[in-house]
């Protein structure tokens, strides 16, 4: 064979490797994109993603249960940031607390009593401690509310979400009270007295009354 043969052979080969490299890098960057675009979506949430997964569906709540749709917006982005896909989350001191009501060592929790949990199994004592839905309710609310675990994470648990927030501190509610609201949805209590937060976050309230502005004026 020639040199010029060789040579001409060797820049075939060099150009068809150019070539394939650039298609791979092309598509890493395609799927990258799709990729990032979708965890962006399913996984981060925002505002876009809360009204998209639940905007349509609580405008009709919060008429049939007369309440503020922009709170229960709020609340929505506080609890699961406005996702779809949302994971359980696990209290382990509830989980304590739960046992120890079936290991009759307490006598109540939120007035749940030995005979609610007595034949639960340790999955089932789980679930009730863990947080479900996009409001995040605790499981062993299904007790209070006659429901099953599945309903507070399945297709209604928009609808027993709101209903438990109506029945638990909707009257706060419409009076205007969103600070006790808040405050209330995540600790059981309204603000104490001194106005000083008990949330996990001390920010929690303040983040909720900040959501409540943006979907009053785009929602």
Same mark, same amino acid.
């Given at each position: 064979?020639?040199?010029?043969?060789?040579?001409?052979?060797?820049?075939?080969?060099?150009?068809?490797?150019?070539?394939?490299?650039?298609?791979?890098?092309?598509?890493? !960057?395609? $799927?990258?994109?799709?990729?990032?675009?979708?965890?962006?979506?399913?996984?981060?949430?925002?505002?876009?993603?809360?009204?998209?997964?639940?905007?349509?569906?609580?405008?009709?709540?919060?008429?049939?249960?007369?309440?503020?749709?922009?709170?229960?917006?709020?609340?929505?982005?506080?609890?699961?940031?406005?996702?779809?896909?949302?994971?359980?989350?696990?209290?382990?001191?509830?989980?304590?607390?739960?046992?120890?009501?079936?290991?009759?060592?307490?006598?109540?929790?939120?007035?749940?009593?030995?005979?609610?949990?007595?034949?639960?199994?340790?999955?089932?004592?789980?679930?009730?401690?863990?947080?479900?839905?996009? $409001?995040?309710?605790?499981?062993?609310?299904?007790?209070?509310?006659?429901?099953?675990?599945?309903?507070?994470?399945?297709?209604?648990?928009?609808?027993?979400?709101?209903?438990?927030?109506?029945?638990?501190?909707?009257?706060?509610?419409?009076?205007?009270?969103?600070?006790?609201?808040?405050?209330?949805?995540?600790?059981?209590?309204?603000?104490?007295?001194?106005?000083?937060?008990?949330?996990?976050?001390?920010?929690?309230?303040?983040?909720?009354?900040?959501?409540?502005? !943006?979907?009053?004026?785009?929602?």
């Amino acid at each position: 064979m020639s040199y010029n043969r060789k040579h001409k052979s060797k820049e075939n080969f060099t150009s068809k490797k150019l070539f394939w490299w650039v298609i791979g890098i092309v598509l890493f !960057y395609f $799927f990258l994109k799709v990729g990032c675009d979708f965890k962006t979506e399913s996984s981060v949430g925002g505002y876009k993603a809360a009204i998209d997964n639940y905007g349509r569906e609580i405008k009709i709540l919060a008429g049939q249960f007369d309440l503020p749709r922009d709170y229960l917006m709020a609340v929505i982005m506080l609890e699961s940031s406005g996702r779809k896909d949302i994971p359980p989350r696990f209290e382990q001191s509830v989980y304590n607390k739960l046992k120890s009501v079936q290991d009759r060592k307490l006598a109540t929790l939120e007035n749940i009593t030995y005979d609610d949990i007595k034949d639960a199994s340790d999955d089932a004592l789980r679930n009730l401690a863990s947080s479900w839905g996009p $409001f995040q309710l605790m499981g062993y609310k299904c007790l209070h509310l006659d429901v099953k675990i599945k309903d507070l994470r399945g297709a209604n648990s928009l609808y027993w979400g709101v209903y438990w927030i109506d029945k638990t501190y909707g009257s706060y509610l419409r009076k205007g009270r969103f600070e006790d609201g808040f405050h209330i949805h995540n600790t059981g209590h309204p603000v104490p007295k001194n106005g000083k937060y008990k949330t996990y976050d001390k920010d929690y309230v303040k983040k909720g009354l900040e959501y409540m502005d !943006y979907f009053k004026n785009n929602f």
